[in-house]
């Protein structure tokens, strides 16, 4: 079975600088998707950024961008510039095929004025 | 982009009593739509996937005569919880599966928060 792991609970910047969230995830397939979301208070499940598992560039979205290791089934996501709207609960997630998705346990991130 | 609409968002209701919370795909047909429970402070929790025009297929530990899940067309999902207790109470939220026009992309619903008093 697939699984994500997000080992950072809980994680704080200073606004305008970097963060980096950690992610790692377990498959025997080769062929997936990993994706970023972003959670707000309101719950709404705002996709940030994703990555597929044949492409070797990194993805990157203005201010976000990803590190993709594949052979070490990583996938960590940076935040630059941080600003006081980036503060929500940031879930890892990983999906192949049709199939569903499966989330990490989710980061707190924190951003300090 | 492709919207996704569950309704309600928020609801109350009495112990005991059923419950149903439905989850729209608005521009785009969905053959498969997932739904999720997240409690407080939690991840989201896979608790089924709804095939449209079939039986949905539950997680494990998931009571499927308690969560009753109807896909009976391309657009519309719904999640029963019934004889609601306490317990029940949690954020639920939807997710479907574009697989025309959108890349075989998942959008998610906004949510309903059910509260069982």
């Known amino acids: 079975a697939q699984t994500v792991t997000q080992s950072q609970p809980e994680m704080s910047v200073q606004e305008a600088e970097t963060v980096t969230l950690s992610c790692t995830y377990d498959t025997s397939e080769s062929d997936y998707y990993l994706f970023w979301y972003k959670q707000p208070p309101s719950r709404q499940m705002i996709l940030v950024i994703r990555q597929e598992a044949y492409k070797q560039q990194n993805a990157t979205e203005n201010r976000f961008s990803v590190n993709f290791q594949k052979a070490a089934k990583s996938f960590s996501l940076k935040i630059s510039d941080s600003q006081l709207g980036d503060a929500a609960m940031y879930f890892c997630a990983y999906r192949s095929g049709a199939n569903d998705m499966r989330f990490g346990a989710g980061t707190r991130l924190t951003v300090k004025p | 982009g492709a919207v996704v609409s569950q309704h309600p968002s928020r609801v109350i209701c009495k112990s005991g009593t059923s419950v149903k919370i439905e989850c729209r795909s608005l521009?785009?047909?969905?053959?498969?739509m997932f739904w999720y429970r997240q409690f407080p402070k939690q991840s989201l929790m896979l608790m089924a996937t709804?095939?449209?025009?079939?039986?949905?297929?539950?997680e494990q530990g998931v009571e499927k005569d308690k969560f009753l899940i109807n896909h009976a067309s391309l657009t519309l999902s719904t999640l029963t919880v019934t004889s609601a207790h306490p317990e029940d109470s949690s954020f639920y939220i939807c997710?479907?599966?574009?697989?025309?026009?959108?890349?075989?992309?998942?959008?998610f619903g906004e949510g309903s928060w059910l509260t069982v008093v």
């Open positions: 997710s479907a599966r574009a697989e025309q026009g959108v890349g075989n992309t998942i959008y």
């Open positions: 709804s095939n449209e025009g079939s039986k949905a297929t539950y």
């Open positions: 521009d785009f047909q969905a053959t498969t």
